[in-house]
């Protein structure tokens, strides 16, 4: 059983930056996905970015070009920088795993493991 432990949320004004971290049980180089969620009251899980084994990254249209996903094989561990915050980027932020070989994705269904989540807001 693979246990993911983000940290690094809080509370931040718009145009801000701040660094999510997702701790690893595992080992992060025999995942083959690894990727952020983020869910607001009321509103589905959303994948904003991913990370694939070998390198490969995706982003959804809405953080694209203001948040970077990498990975530290050595720590196990997965980050999402996050630059220019918005309002609307406020949210729970929860970081996902899963070690089943292909393209990743943002489908839920595409990660079998989640970390608890971390809340992110931005204040205007």
């Given at each position: 059983q693979v246990h993911l432990v983000e940290s690094g949320g809080g509370s931040v004004q718009a145009g801000g930056s701040?660094?999510?971290?997702?701790?690893a049980s595992e080992s992060t180089?025999?995942?083959?996905?690894?990727?952020?969620?983020?869910?607001t009251p009321g509103?589905?899980?959303?994948?904003?970015a991913n990370i694939h084994r070998?390198?490969?990254?995706?982003?959804?249209?809405s953080v694209k070009g203001r948040f970077t996903i990498s990975k530290d094989n050595a720590k196990n561990a997965l980050y999402l920088q996050m630059s220019s915050l918005k309002?609307?980027?406020?949210?729970?932020?929860?970081?996902?795993?899963?070690?089943?070989p292909g393209a990743c994705?943002?489908?839920l269904a595409r990660y079998n493991y989640w970390g608890q989540?971390?809340?992110v807001t931005v204040s205007s």
């Open positions: 701040l660094r999510l971290s997702c701790a180089y025999s995942m083959y996905c690894m990727g952020w969620f983020r869910q509103k589905e899980r959303e994948g904003i070998f390198g490969s990254t995706s982003y959804a249209d309002p609307e980027d406020t949210a729970i932020y929860y970081c996902a795993a899963d070690y089943r994705g943002s489908s989540g971390t809340q």
